[in-house]
């Protein structure tokens, strides 16, 4: 199999490293997409990582709790998902480092660009946490921010569905799916690919945005590879 892409970045969702649990991380889940990630190393391919917190807390939903302070906490909890990815990329084999948009030097690297892109040409995988480091910005905006930053090819969304759809396939059994998108489809239509900001940025950068189901973690591969899954936003 021969990669389509150079330099990749994949936004992983925090839900997506708690398996069926639902919530804190299972690690065997986490080993399915670690392996995925290193046959696309083997390949060649430079892999930067973005994950969420949302397995162990979403900000926007902690009630009366001042908002900023709710978004450190996620920001926290990124962390603790990345150092999981980390450790289970080393366990394969895979060198990767943590960098992270809030210091913690004890544990990971502070974000710099400039270190970030020359772990990908040694061929490492780099760890996104914290976000963008600042409060109301989702993980999907620090992903299309770091896309842009590090020059990504493509955004590989990596989901619970397989694709973009007109309207929740779960409620909805007539739910269409998209093939492909523009990013101003996505914003005019008010699809639930990334938030608006994050869209926006996308859009501004002309950065690509493939979407599809994580539930098998070898959908990564596939798309590095160029068959066509999920939904392409360009």
């Known amino acids: 199999m021969k990669p389509v892409y150079k330099r990749i970045l994949l936004k992983l969702s925090g839900e997506?490293?708690?398996?069926?649990?639902?919530?804190?991380?299972?690690?065997?889940?986490?080993?399915?997409?670690?392996?995925?990630?290193?046959?696309?190393?083997?390949?060649?391919?430079?892999?930067?990582?973005?994950?969420?917190?949302?397995?162990?807390?979403?900000?926007?939903?902690?009630?009366?709790?001042?908002?900023?302070?709710?978004?450190?906490?996620?920001?926290?909890?990124?962390?603790i998902n990345a150092l999981a990815l980390a450790d289970a990329l080393e366990q394969l084999g895979v060198t990767a480092r943590v960098q992270t948009a809030i210091e913690m030097r004890q544990i990971a690297e502070p974000y710099i660009r400039n270190r970030a892109v020359r772990h990908l040409e040694k061929g490492r995988v780099v760890i996104f946490g914290c976000g963008t480091g600042n409060p109301f910005f989702s993980t999907d905006t620090a992903a299309a921010l770091r896309a842009a930053e590090i020059g990504a090819d493509v955004i590989f969304k990596a989901t619970n569905v397989d694709g973009v759809y007109d309207s929740d396939p779960k409620t909805n059994p007539n739910a269409k799916r998209f093939d492909t998108l523009s990013h101003l489809d996505v914003l005019q239509m008010g699809l639930h690919v990334m938030d608006s900001t994050a869209a926006s940025l996308c859009m501004d950068n002309s950065i690509e945005i493939l979407v599809f189901n994580l539930d098998r973690p070898d959908n990564i591969v596939a798309a590095a590879t160029g068959r066509h899954i999920g939904t392409v936003v360009k």
């Open 16 to 79: 997506a490293l708690a398996g069926e649990k639902g919530s804190g991380i299972d690690f065997d889940k986490v080993l399915e997409v670690c392996a995925s990630v290193k046959e696309c190393v083997d390949m060649g391919i430079e892999v930067a990582v973005v994950v969420g917190g949302g397995n162990f807390w979403r900000g926007r939903s902690s009630g009366k709790m001042d908002r900023t302070r709710a978004d450190h906490m996620g920001m926290l909890a990124t962390t």
